[in-house]
């Protein structure tokens, strides 16, 4: 690639002058996120409610970026008063990564009944946990997409998952030691919010397409992070690439979607998950 190629290319993907906000900003995605944009350049808004992961995630990304880009905040996105609270600490959003969310671990216990399981799910935890993924994205791209939509323009881009496109192979968790009534589950919340993410995105894409506010969404797969074993080898034997992803192998299309190298993308679901969801 020649030196005007190159030039043109880093143009593309600069976001010098852009500032982003990732909300579930001090996870283990969330992270990622945040690195992915500040190596284009971009000022990153973290938040969460954890102030110790906050601080924890600020210092990991300060060891390798320049401080004075990386801002945290506090903010719950399952109310809309301390969303509008950020808002108007800042001078305004150009992209905003709706990554907030409860992803329920699968648990094994013997000897009780499973409420991960459909039968027993509890109400408060669906209504606990819709409110974080789905209304949080919700309310979060109503507030700062109304920035966007009266500023200029924006990026929202909602993290997904390949469980978006796939239902969960329950599988994956079964402990032979259990009971039928108690083999553990992926709780149908978690299903439910990704799917309803990619709708949420395509509305959000054409509502705002004149004002040049862009939705698009991401939906990852499953990353390693030093899961069991026998739950590893039964994943990847579904997984074409026969891994697991790593937690940096999501960043380039991070800064794809929000960059201008996807300008003329919106209202669409990449999906990156090792090649499972084509099975």
């Not at 993907?13 to 990622?32: D, M, Q, R, W, Y």
């Not at 808004?45 to 060891?63: F, G, H, K, P, R």
């Not at 669906?126 to 309310?139: E, I, K, P």
């Amino acid at each position: 690639m020649g030196k005007l190629e190159m030039d043109k290319k880093n143009i593309t993907f600069n976001l010098n002058s852009k500032t982003a906000l990732i909300t579930g900003g001090a996870g283990l995605l969330g992270i990622e996120h945040a690195s992915a944009l500040l190596e284009c350049g971009a000022t990153v808004v973290i938040t969460d409610v954890n102030t110790s992961a906050l601080q924890t995630a600020q210092e990991n990304l300060t060891a390798r970026y320049k401080a004075e880009k990386i801002i945290t905040k506090i903010m719950d996105v399952t109310q809309p008063n301390s969303i509008k609270k950020v808002q108007e600490s800042l001078n305004g959003i150009h992209i905003l990564v709706n990554n907030a969310a409860i992803d329920p671990k699968v648990k094994y216990k013997q000897g009780i009944v499973e409420t991960s399981r459909f039968e027993h799910f509890p109400l408060e935890q669906w209504n606990f946990q819709l409110s974080v993924g789905l209304t949080g994205a919700y309310l979060c791209s109503q507030i700062f997409g109304s920035w966007m939509a009266n500023n200029g323009g924006g990026v929202i881009l909602n993290i997904a998952s390949d469980l978006s496109v796939i239902a969960p192979d329950q599988r994956l968790y079964r402990n032979e030691k259990l009971d039928e009534s108690q083999q553990p589950v992926k709780p149908v919340t978690y299903s439910v919010i990704k799917t309803a993410l990619i709708g949420l995105t395509r509305y959000l894409a054409t509502y705002w397409a004149d004002k040049n506010v862009r939705a698009n969404a991401l939906s990852p797969g499953g990353v390693y992070t030093g899961q069991n074993e026998e739950f590893v080898n039964r994943l990847t034997e579904l997984i074409p690439l026969r891994r697991m992803a790593n937690a940096d192998e999501y960043r380039a299309a991070v800064q794809f979607l929000c960059s201008d190298a996807s300008k003329y993308m919106t209202g669409q679901n990449i999906i990156m998950d090792g090649g499972r969801s084509v099975l």
